[in-house]
């Protein structure tokens, strides 16, 4: 099976169990799912799924030399994600920690084939719920990981944030020490604490893409009130599970369905907010690896240090936003 990767290229995939699970209705429904959620579905952010980041992360770590078992979970990880992706995060009242999917991880795993599919080929799926068992895949905040280094890349190339010679230079300087990813090449480190920060402040918590996520999550609070939708739904894709919300015609439902657009706009207003609401932040701190120990770049690069500390102070806590409405 030949992989025509965006950011790692073509990769020859000659393992039948990967090759198996890719074709799954589990890991094929991602390919409905966008990884940015609403923004994504309504064009204001690049059409990158989430069966794109699963593969990639996949990729990662086959080409740092993982075993197959890590290779199946990178592969995985994200197969319990739900349509809209963080936004229903937000629903749930998991703005901080974003982590819903994982929660209803192996509830959702059970119901479907991957546990035959994986006991064909000498697995126990249950392996597969603990990423953190994985340390190239998970590894804590602020460290560098597969599923990180992945999303990172195609959304900064989306955002233009990243070009061909910057990516290059990342994957030249991947290596594996004490069983986790770094890099030897305190450029390449610097790139990447520089610009994930970069990434995180245009996309990820970049303020007009968290009001978005809140009005949606707004309105499918009110769906889920009203019966239109029910929390089964949320392993829908995202096509038709926005079909589902526009189906009714509830009038507040409907009131913040307008609201979902690219012509919203979102006002900082401590005095007449429309809703307060708080995200998760994301700033890795690489390490790079000197002397055979690994070192983490705030501590070889003071300047760096000061930016992080000073970029999660001043987007931490609730931000008092208000909903206004442009002209088309």
């Known amino acids: 099976m030949h992989y025509n990767d965006t950011i790692l290229g073509t990769v020859n995939i000659t393992e039948p169990a990967l090759a198996a699970l890719m074709d799954t209705a589990v890991l094929q429904r991602l390919k409905g799912i966008m ?168 996309s990820w918590a970049n303020f007009r893409e968290v009001g978005l996520y809140e009005v949606t999550a707004q309105a499918i609070r009110r769906a889920l009130a009203t019966g239109v939708i029910h929390e089964a739904d949320f392993w829908l894709t995202d096509a038709p599970f926005w079909d589902k919300l526009h189906g009714s015609d509830d009038p507040e439902l409907q009131q913040w369905l307008a609201l979902i657009s690219p012509n919203t706009c979102f006002e900082w207003d401590e005095q007449n907010p429309t809703f307060r609401v708080s995200t998760k932040l994301r700033a890795i701190d690489p390490d790079v690896l000197l002397d055979r120990q690994l070192v983490p770049l705030s501590t070889l690069d003071a300047d760096f240090a000061h930016h992080r500390r000073q970029y999660l102070q001043r987007k931490q806590g609730k931000w008092p936003m208000r909903v206004v409405m442009r002209d088309a």
Request: charged share 20%; with cysteine; proline share 3%.
């Open 35 to 202: 990884q940015h959620g609403i923004s994504g579905l309504i064009g204001i952010t690049a059409p990158i799924t989430r069966y794109e980041h699963s593969v990639g992360a996949m990729l990662l770590v086959r080409r740092l030399g993982g075993s197959l078992t890590e290779q199946i979970a990178a592969l995985l990880h994200d197969a319990s994600h739900t349509a809209f992706s963080h936004v229903i995060d937000y629903v749930v009242d998991g703005h901080d920690n974003q982590s819903y999917h994982d929660e209803m991880k192996e509830h959702y795993l059970a119901q479907t084939e991957l546990p035959a599919l994986l006991a064909a080929y000498g697995y126990d799926w249950r392996l597969f719920l603990d990423e953190a068992a994985f340390p190239l895949l998970e590894q804590p905040s602020p460290r560098l990981c597969a599923d990180r280094l992945d999303y990172f890349l195609r959304d900064a190339q989306a955002l233009g944030l990243a070009g061909a010679g910057q990516i290059e230079l990342v994957l030249a300087s991947l290596v594996v020490a004490h069983g986790r990813m770094a890099v030897n090449n305190l450029e390449a480190a610097r790139w990447l604490g520089y610009t994930y920060i970069q990434a995180d402040d245009a």
